[in-house]
C-alpha cells in the first residue's frame, strides 16, 4: 500500500493500481485540471494544465522536500512517500497563465458552440482563469473542416491536446487525423482522400474537451443543459456497452459511452452511438389490436390482458418465443406466465441476428457480430424452465409434427427479422399473438399484434456475451399506445401495482441459480454471471439476417 499525501491530506493506494498524481488526487476529491491526459490514452504532457507542486517524504525523518519547478501531475507517478500541493498560489498562478495562453487563439464563440455547457475550456476558465483579457481582442474566426462523415472539426476552436490523434492511433489504429503545421499554427487534419472514417469515430468528439470536434449527427439539434441522462445499455450488439442515454421531453438526442472498465472501457462503436433513430420512427406499431376477418381492428389496453388471457387459455398448447432483445426480467415473465397457462408450454430462444464478424481494434474494443443484447440472458432463463434451450428452427421442426393452440412471439427488432416462409409456419398455430415494434410478415397473419417498446423506454437488464448482467432504467416514456413488455407481462400474472424490473431480478436471485450472483444492488459496472451459465457455444441461435 502506498501513502500518499495530497494537500496535506493521507491516502492510501493499493500497490497494483499505478497511479499519476491526477487520478491520486481524484481519489482524494480533489479536482486536477487535466485537458490532454485521458484515462484510455498514452501520457502526451502537452497542455499543461495539470502542473502541480511535487515532492517525496523521507521515510526516515518524514522530512519532506520539494521539487522546485512545477510538474505535469499526468506525467508524475503516486508512490509511497509523494507529496503533492495542487492548490497553491503557484500553481493556480501556473493553471492562469495556462487558460490566458490557450485563449489567445480561441473563439469566444459559445454561444453557438455546440459544447458550451459540457466544455472544460469554459469550466476551467471560470475556475481557474483570470478574469481579465490582457491580450487584443482578436476577429472571430470559424473556419470549418469536413474530417469525414460523421465528425466536423471547428478548426480554430482546437487547443491541440491530441486526444484525438492518439485515439485514432491507439484506439482504432486507423490513424486518420493528425497535426500539421508548426506553433500556433498547429492544426488538426486528415490527410486528403483518407478521411476519419472508422467504426468508433464518434469516439473523438466525446474526447475533445473543447468544441473542436462536431458529431454531425447531434450539432446544433439541443443545447446540452435542456438534456437529461440515464444510464442504459446499448442493445445494438451482445458486446452491451454501458451507455449514458440522454433525452429532452422524452425524444432521445444523444447516445454516450458510460465508463465501464468490465465492458466498453470509455468507448461506444458508431452503430451503437448513431442507432436510435427507430425510436421515433414513424412506422412504430402504437396501438394493440385484433385480427376480424381479413381486416383488424384496435383493442383498448384496459380490456386486452383478460381478453388475451381468455383466448390464451382456450387454445390449448402454448409456446412462446422469448426475443434476445427482451430484458432477462421480461423473458422470465413471459416463461412463467407461459408455463402457468400451460405447465408443458414450449419456450424457445427467438432470432438470433448475426452480420459478419466480430470487429476487434487494436485498442481492444470489440463490436460484435451478434446484433442483439440478451441471448445469453434469455438462454439462461430457458435454460431454468426447460433444462435446455430450443431456437426458432427448433420449434418450427417441432411444430411440423404437433398442433399448437396458440404461439407468443416477442420480437423487439429494429430490423426486417423474420421472412414470409417462417413467418407463415409459425402461423398455422390457431391462436398468434405477436409483440413487436414494427409491422412484419408475421404480425400481418397475427390474431393479436401489441405494439411493443424501444430499448430507451424498458428497465430491466441484459447478459452480454461475457456473461455480465448489466441493469438499466427507462430513459423516456413509450409513446401513447405502447405497453412495455415487462408491464403486459405483470398484468397477466396479476401481480400487484406498477411492473418492478428490480423487484423480478431479485426474485430471480433468489430463485434461479443462473442468476444467483445478482442478488442485492447491482453495481453500474454490472455483476458477473460466469460460472453460472451454461458454456457459451453450446445454444447459439440461428442467424436470420
Ligand atoms: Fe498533463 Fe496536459 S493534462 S500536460
Request: aromatic content about 6%.
Amino acid at each position: 500500500m502506498a501513502t500518499v499525501t495530497i494537500d496535506g491530506q493521507q491516502i492510501e493506494i493499493p500497490d497494483e493500481l499505478r497511479l499519476n498524481a491526477v487520478q491520486a488526487a481524484a481519489r482524494a476529491g480533489i479536482e486536477v485540471p487535466h485537458y490532454c491526459w485521458h484515462p484510455g490514452l498514452s501520457v502526451a504532457g502537452s497542455c499543461r494544465m495539470c502542473l502541480i507542486e511535487a515532492g517525496s517524504r523521507d521515510p526516515q525523518t518524514g522530512e519532506i522536500s520539494m521539487i522546485p519547478k512545477l510538474v505535469p501531475g499526468c506525467q508524475t507517478p503516486a508512490k509511497d512517500g509523494s507529496v503533492f500541493v495542487t492548490n497553491s498560489e503557484k500553481v493556480q498562478h501556473a493553471r492562469a497563465m495556462v487558460e490566458e495562453d490557450l485563449l489567445l487563439n480561441h473563439p469566444i464563440d459559445c454561444p453557438i458552440c455546440d459544447k458550451a455547457g459540457e466544455c472544460l475550456l469554459q469550466d476551467y476558465h471560470f475556475q481557474y482563469g483570470q478574469d481579465e483579457r490582457r491580450a487584443d481582442v482578436r476577429p472571430f474566426t470559424s473556419r470549418r473542416r469536413d474530417v469525414g462523415p460523421t465528425v466536423t472539426l471547428f478548426v480554430d476552436r482546437c487547443i491541440n491536446c491530441s486526444r484525438c490523434v492518439r485515439f485514432t492511433r491507439e484506439i482504432t489504429g486507423t490513424a486518420e487525423l493528425m497535426m500539421v503545421g508548426r506553433g500556433s499554427h498547429t492544426e488538426i487534419d486528415v490527410v486528403p482522400g483518407f478521411p476519419l472514417d472508422n467504426n468508433l469515430s464518434g469516439n473523438v468528439v466525446d474526447l475533445c474537451p473543447v468544441g473542436a470536434l462536431g458529431d454531425k449527427d447531434f450539432l446544433y439539434k439541443q443545447r446540452v443543459w435542456f438534456m437529461n441522462r440515464h444510464a442504459g445499455v446499448c442493445t445494438g450488439c451482445s458486446t452491451g456497452c454501458s451507455i449514458w442515454t440522454e433525452e429532452n421531453q422524452d425524444r432521445v438526442y444523444r447516445i454516450k459511452p458510460r465508463e465501464n472498465l468490465e465492458v466498453n472501457k470509455w468507448w461506444i462503436c458508431n452503430a451503437g452511438r448513431y442507432g436510435y433513430p427507430h425510436v421515433h420512427s414513424d412506422k412504430r406499431l402504437l396501438a394493440p389490436s385484433r385480427r376480424k376477418g381479413d381486416s383488424t381492428e384496435t383493442v383498448d389496453w384496459s380490456s386486452l390482458a383478460t381478453e388475451l388471457d381468455g383466448r390464451l387459455r382456450e387454445a390449448g398448447r402454448l409456446a412462446a418465443v422469448l426475443s434476445p432483445h427482451l430484458t432477462v426480467e421480461e423473458a422470465y415473465l413471459l416463461a412463467t406466465y407461459a408455463r402457468q397457462l400451460d405447465p408443458e408450454a414450449r419456450l424457445a430462444l427467438g432470432p438470433v441476428p448475426v452480420i459478419g464478424t466480430d470487429e476487434t481494434f487494436p485498442g481492444g474494443f470489440t463490436i460484435a457480430a451478434e446484433k442483439c443484447p440478451n441471448r445469453r440472458g434469455v438462454e439462461a432463463v430457458l435454460e431454468h424452465f426447460t433444462g435446455s434451450v430450443t431456437t426458432l428452427e427448433g420449434l418450427l421442426d417441432e411444430l411440423e409434427n404437433s398442433t399448437m393452440g396458440s404461439i407468443w412471439v416477442s420480437a423487439g427488432y429494429k430490423s426486417d427479422w423474420i421472412d414470409e416462409p417462417t413467418a407463415a409456419r409459425l402461423a398455422k398455430a390457431d391462436l398468434l399473438v405477436v409483440q413487436d415494434m414494427f409491422a412484419s410478415p408475421l404480425s400481418e397473419r397475427a390474431g393479436y399484434v401489441l405494439p411493443g417498446a424501444a430499448f430507451a423506454e424498458r428497465d430491466g437488464s441484459y447478459v452480454n456475451r461475457h456473461d455480465r448482467l448489466q441493469s438499466a432504467a427507462r430513459a423516456i416514456r413509450p409513446p401513447g399506445g405502447v405497453r412495455v413488455e415487462g408491464g403486459l407481462y405483470w398484468r397477466l400474472l396479476e401481480r400487484d401495482g406498477l411492473y418492478d424490473a428490480p423487484a423480478v431480478l431479485q426474485e430471480m436471485a433468489a430463485t434461479i441459480t443462473q442468476f444467483a450472483a445478482a442478488a442485492g444492488e447491482i453495481p453500474e459496472v454490472g455483476v458477473d454471471l460466469k460460472g453460472n451459465l451454461l458454456a457459451d457455444g453450446t445454444t447459439a441461435g440461428e442467424a436470420t439476417v
